[in-house]
């Protein structure tokens, strides 16, 4: 699919208080000049999970480069992989790793970067319900293969004493599109569950009866409009449409809230061993204090300056921009800081590509 992209910059974003991050800085970074009087345009394209994230960075960018025009589509990460091998944009943006067959296709060297990370929340809708639920890890693996029906259930109220549970239908809502948020989240209940039988991948079949929605933010919009419902969903979008977020039972046994601290810790147990290729995935957190699910988000790019010396030079300096400096932006979005190890690696990665 060809991009069209306007001379404005297009954003979503409200304003953002700016929180402490990775201590690196980009220094000494390459001027960029536009060629000619027209601006030079930077795409994007992918990951619904964190394109709060990249409208911020393309939004800041392009207030020190007016020389710049730079768009990011939220389609999610399957179309975004499609789009980065289809060379289409500039930078595929995706929460689920290339598999070998994809890498195949990209037809010479690239770089996958990790430049965010986030929570996946499981969101509800019980307006009479004060919150938040406490739900364990067979339970929730449960609701969502479709083998728990009522809300009111034992094994929910077991884990609620006190809580006045309605006998409402669990209306479970999931991702209809090509989702990194599907592959993290079905990767996590294929862990942790010997009765998840429904897959792993970008897009499942999921049970009779789910309810289906494009993007973090329709499904988001679904829970927000249907009562009794329950989905998964970066943290940040059921956040800004105030939706209760269960607290999970984690590997440690402990009912963990997805927040900045408990994403961290989830970070930090995967951050020693890191593949080569950036692509590490934390499937189920080991730290006691631990949120259960979350992901990296990766920036699909490719090596040398190509045709364009000085878009690739652009590029370059926003994804070093990103990966260090811009990591401050996290937590006010409800996104994870990246582990230093995870900068380093990056950004070692960056400079060997010659960017």
């Known amino acids: 699919m060809n991009l069209r992209v306007p001379h404005l910059v297009v954003v979503c974003l409200a304003s953002v208080l700016v929180l402490g991050g990775c201590e690196q800085s980009a220094e000494n970074e390459p001027t ?5 009087d027209s601006p030079m345009h930077i795409t994007g394209a992918g990951s619904s999970f964190a394109a709060p994230m990249f409208n911020k960075w393309f939004e800041v960018y392009t207030e020190d ?3 710049l025009s730079l768009s990011y589509d939220s389609v999610g990460s399957g179309e975004g992989i499609d789009r980065f091998l289809a060379g289409t944009v500039d930078i595929g943006a995706t929460d689920a790793p290339l ?3 994809e890498a195949a296709t990209v037809g010479g060297p690239y770089l996958q970067l990790p430049v965010t990370a986030g929570m996946i929340a499981i969101a509800y809708n019980l307006p009479d319900v004060a919150g938040p639920l406490n739900l364990p890890r067979d339970v929730y693996a449960d609701i969502f293969r479709g083998a728990l029906h009522r809300w009111d259930d034992p094994r929910i109220a077991a884990a609620n004493p006190g809580v006045a549970l309605p006998h409402k239908l669990i209306q479970v809502v999931a991702r209809q599109d090509s989702s990194g948020t599907t592959f993290a989240f079905t990767n996590h209940l294929a862990a942790i569950s010997d009765q998840w039988d429904a897959g792993v991948g970008k897009r499942i079949d999921w049970p009779g009866g789910t309810m ?3 993007g973090n933010e329709g499904v988001a919009g679904r829970i927000k409009l249907t009562e009794g419902s329950i989905g998964y969903v970066e943290a940040g979008f059921a956040q800004r449409l105030h939706l209760p977020l269960a607290w999970l039972e984690n590997r440690g046994g402990g009912f963990v809230a997805p ?4 994403g961290q810790r989830a970070l930090a147990g ?11 995935v934390i499937i189920d957190p080991a730290s006691a204090r631990s949120y259960p699910i979350v992901t990296y988000t990766w920036a699909l790019l490719r090596s040398g300056n190509g045709d364009d010396p000085a878009k690739g030079k652009a590029i370059e300096e926003l994804i070093r921009r990103v990966l260090t400096d811009w990591q401050s932006y996290a937590g006010a979005l409800w996104y994870v ?3 230093y190890s995870v900068v380093k690696a990056a950004l070692a990665e960056l400079q060997d590509a010659g960017r």
């Open 32 to 36: 960029v000049s536009a060629t000619d």
């Open 270 to 280: 995967g951050s020693d061993a890191i593949p080569e290729d950036l692509s590490v």
């Open 259 to 262: 927040n900045t601290e408990t």
């Open 65 to 67: 480069h007016a020389d």
């Open 212 to 214: 289906l929605a494009r």
């Open 99 to 101: 598999r070998a067959d």
């Open 337 to 339: 800081p990246l582990p």
